[in-house]
């Protein structure tokens, strides 16, 4: 029980930030806003990408063209949320 929760909850944070990771490939393109794949992808990223950007912009870290906080997210995901979470789930499961 435990692995399935631990690898479906990996899984999720992998894909997560694969979807970050394609936001910012579209942010050097140009693409139409209203298709339903664009908008998925910018629904799925958009609560993980906003306290960051808001965190960003605390810290002063706001360049103007340069966003940092897929950057921040996606080094935040993978170093402190992944691990902490599997953590949880091998130690109180």
């Known amino acids: 029980m435990k692995f ?3 690898a479906t909850l990996s899984y999720f944070i992998d894909f997560l ?6 936001r910012v490939l579209l942010s050097w393109f140009s693409f139409n806003p209203d ?4 908008v998925l992808i ?5 609560p993980i990408l906003e306290p960051f950007r808001k965190l960003t912009a605390k810290l002063g870290l706001n360049t103007g063209m340069i ?4 950057i921040i997210s996606l080094l935040f995901l993978y170093y402190i949320a992944k691990p ?3 953590t ?3 130690t109180f499961l």
């Open 84 to 86: 902490l979470l599997l």
């Open 17 to 22: 930030n694969f979807m970050i990771l394609i």
């Open 67 to 70: 966003d940092f906080s897929p």
């Open 88 to 90: 949880l789930i091998y």
């Open 4 to 6: 399935v929760l631990a």
């Open 35 to 38: 298709s339903k794949i664009i």
């Open 42 to 46: 910018f629904q799925l990223t958009d």
